[in-house]
């Protein structure tokens, strides 16, 4: 066998190209494992949103012999460039009969979405959708839109016979599939992407939004009329929207109040309509510091709560420990256990968990 000897020179490209070889083969793997690890990166990505939450409160539909009060709220998310990804409407429309001058305490409110076949808008009109699948159209026209095009959404007055003067939407596509008056359904959803006190969230995963309204006559405040003087009703409302993950867990929340008032003589003519803003809304105004041991304003409070809530599911909110006040100051008020939560939101708690709870439920399993 004939050996050959190679070259010293040979065997040193012969090792270098080994070299370059491993080396090339190594800038590959690693090539590779970056683009891997950034596409992983750019789908775990967390976006940033916030949940933002408004009401249009109207008195002007009570009339001599019945007390009325019409609260629409509109909850909306929006990416950083402010456009709606998700939106959800509700409307409490709550009535009170004062034809006697005396006012029933044991009624009940229910929402026109809580409602749904059973507003019967499409039994007592000529509409072919109920209310509910109108305020969802209009919810998803809203989606992909930003406040001040929402704002800027064409309307016209019907003069059709049928509902004359009513302001729907100029749009022939959108007028079918909400026929409504949509004028509440704008204000509401605009106050809501303009909310200054809404709540942000980040999160690389899906989510699911939803709104509350709980109303009830406060007793406290609420009187039959006498010869001598007037009687009032005070229909409160509480309101939350909430966004929640895939496990149902709370994300973010808002919350807010109205109290109206509407005041009527004997016979039950409506002598008084009375209502500012919402609680949210005045901030300071409300005056809890001023009138009370409070070191920090409702709204304060209810953001302080609504932030606390954050990280739980439903059911962890409804059992979120509570004790009652007994100090002198407002004893029987149910209030948080947690002295930490105390320490922050001193006011009752009962209603406020009820309704961030109604909605992240809602968010889960929408009504319709």
Known sequence: MVSLKVPAKFNFILRKGKV??????????????LSFTGCQKESDKEAEYKL??????????????QAQVDATVAAVVVDAEGKIVACKID?????????????????????????????????????TKEWY??????????????????????????????HEGYIV??????????????????????KACNDEQASSFKTAGEFKLGVAANSEINEGNTKDATEEEDGVVAIYSEF????????????????????????????????????????RELKEDYNMVKYSEATKEWYEQAKNFADYCVGKTADEVLAIETKVRADGLHDGYVVAADETLFASCSIQITGMMAVVAEAANYAVKPLH
């Open 169 to 190: 939407a100029a749009d022939p596509e959108l007028f079918a599939q909400c026929s409504m008056q949509i004028t509440d359904f704008i204000e509401a959803v605009v």
């Open 240 to 279: 939350a929207a909430t966004v929640v993950d895939a496990d149902g867990k709370i994300l973010a929340a808002v919350i807010d109040e109205i109290q109206p008032k509407v005041h009527f003589d004997v016979d039950g003519a409506i002598t008084e309509k009375e209502f500012k803003a919402t609680k």
């Open 133 to 162: 699948e109108q305020a969802n159209n209009f919810a998803n026209y809203c989606v992909g839109k930003t406040a001040e095009e929402v704002k800027n959404t064409e309307t016209k007055s019907r003069d059709d016979g049928l």
């Open 52 to 65: 933002g939450m408004g009401v249009v409160t109207s008195l002007e539909s009570s009339k001599d012999g």
């Open 91 to 127: 409307v409490a429309q709550n009535k009170v009969p004062t034809t006697d001058g005396v006012i029933d305490l044991t009624q009940e409110f229910k929402t026109k979405m809580e409602l749904g076949d059973d507003y019967n808008m499409v039994k007592y009109s000529e509409a």
């Open 20 to 33: 370059m070889k491993k080396l090339f083969t190594l800038l590959l793997v690693v090539c590779m494992m």
